[in-house]
């Protein structure tokens, strides 16, 4: 009778084997763990449900910890892999082994380190790392189901790391009361000083925790609480207040390969130098201080590196400028006023957006801040519909800081239809003076504006220019004649964000009503559709007139949607491109045929920017319709 039958027929033996391959001793065979056995391949398995809630005892596990399992057949609790994935060949034994002592005396060794750092007021941040996602490399030669197979692979791998720790890094903060926080100067130094962790999982939303520094030499401190349990969570071992140290996905699925869910390395940062933390592989577990500094003793003196809770954004403006102060925008401390703060950040990524543009352009090396460049070349910006000039003043501010230390000149016009703001606006520039002297704003109509209008804020030195022209939110045709002005005077990039396009709702509406077979009836037919598919085509078709007429394009949105609905922006810069004249013509041809394609889908026989152009988008045009 073999082993496997006769355990099955014997209730004593059954107990025996569950005893025998118990954890630890501490774990009685009267919590019954059950033991499977494989008639063909005689296979036991020793399902983990009690034995996890055994080890979700911190008590339990350091017990555990302290015994030393000579026998290969045992595997030990401090391996910390829950049993329910760990399988015990019958006549074999384990060959894995981890040296837990040099872990454990490794990890209190960092532990130690960092609190005495932040003691001494030494300490400046910390890093840990968990394992790596893989990633698929790209090989020649690999047939298309060798590349899937991989990649199925990869995704498997994955996830079965979702939950477990990606990277971990630890920095000081001082959180302030919040009766005191509005009242609080930049230079305040009250408050509570913690150590924050921020733990990124694998596949899982990244959580923050605040640890006390205060009382940090007595013992059983925050820091030192949280320092253990983050490990020890990394280890596998939970009890109910390590939760909060797990993501939203709990307990991550171990599948016994390296036997925890993972701190593999880290560093721990501090004036005196770099300390290097190996954990894996366990025989190699060190703890050790690299002569590498971090900062000078007189860069920090004494006081601890403390960082804001709030970090500062690294933003183009400072929010604090006086221009957005005059405006209305922010305060003196750089806070946006009431009902300003969307307005703020769109100002903030407009220039961004025109900054990349600049740097991007083929037709100057100003994105290059070190090449030399002849002083005498100017940037000249129009801006169409200026408004208030919120976007006005933030380009101009921008350019200034970026380009008059280079000796380039910068000179921004704007032009609106209303008198009395072109008067406040003016105003406003008057008084900001010193660079502000090269902003003016003019009355005038986009589609009425005066031909010379680059030439009269040429630079007094002459010599060559980047011009650029912006029209943001010009209502409905005024964007076709701000970018048909562009277009004639050779601009180097414009930039739009157009809105209210209701040129083409007509024919799109004349298109729904008269044919019942459309191919997009099901869509034009609800009047929400139609609107929306009016904002999309126009703007296709802008897109296509500006490539004939020379430029690359960009479509994106400006800005999220809970700031404006108007937010979709079109980019255009002199193309880079160098075609032969066969190759262009070709070129041109196949736009023109896609442009005439998009407007016969939708019934469009008219669109301004086009008859500006003489584009001819239908075989039959309307009267008047005609360049």
Known sequence: MGFAAAML????????AAWYCSP????????????????????????????????????????????????SRHRPCSSLVPMSSTKFNVGQTQSRHIDHDKVQATIDNFISTVQASLQDESFVSFTLKGPTAPRQKKQKGKSNATCEDDARLIAEQKEKLRGKYKLITGRLIRLQNKKRKK???????????????????????????????????????????GLKRLFLTAMGVHDNDDQMLLSEWGRPRQD???????????????????????????????????KQKVAQENEVGSQPIISSHDKAKNVPLSPSSLFFQKLGVSNSEGKPTVGMASKLRQCQKYVEIVG???DNSSSSTF????SSIDSSTSIRVIDMGCGRGYLTFSLHSYLCNKFLPLKHSVHTQGIDIRPKLIQEINGIAQELGGDFNSLNFIEGAIGRTDGNLFESIRDSNGGSSLDILIALHACDTATDDAVWFGITHGVDIIVTAPCCQHELRPQIDNVATSSRNHPLNEILRHAIYRERSTEIVTDAMRGILLEIAGYDVQVFEFIGGEHTAKNVMITATKSKRTLDESRKEKWLQDRREKLAELAKLYGITRQRLATLMGEIIAEKQVAGGTA
């Open 367 to 370: 994105g290059d801040a070190s």
């Open 356 to 358: 990349n543009l600049i």
């Open 9 to 16: 027929q014997c209730p004593l033996l059954l107990l025996f």
């Open 256 to 290: 016994g390969s390296n036997g925890e869910m993972g701190i593999i390395s880290g560093e721990l940062f501090t004036t005196s130098g770099v300390h290097k933390l190996q954990l894996s592989p366990s025989s190699k577990a060190k703890f050790t201080l690299s």
């Open 183 to 225: 009242s609080a100067s930049n230079d305040d130094k009250t408050g509570v000083v913690c150590l924050q962790a921020t733990i990124k999982y694998h596949l899982a939303t990244d959580v923050a925790h605040n640890w006390k520094v205060e009382g940090i030499t007595g013992d059983g401190s925050e820091v030192e609480r």
């Open 24 to 71: 630890c001793s501490s774990f009685s065979s009267s919590q019954k763990p059950e033991i499977l056995i494989s008639r063909s391949s005689a296979t036991s398995r020793v399902d983990g449900d009690e034995v996890s809630r055994h080890h979700q005892s911190i008590s339990n596990y350091e017990a555990c910890h302290q015994r030393i399992w000579n026998n």
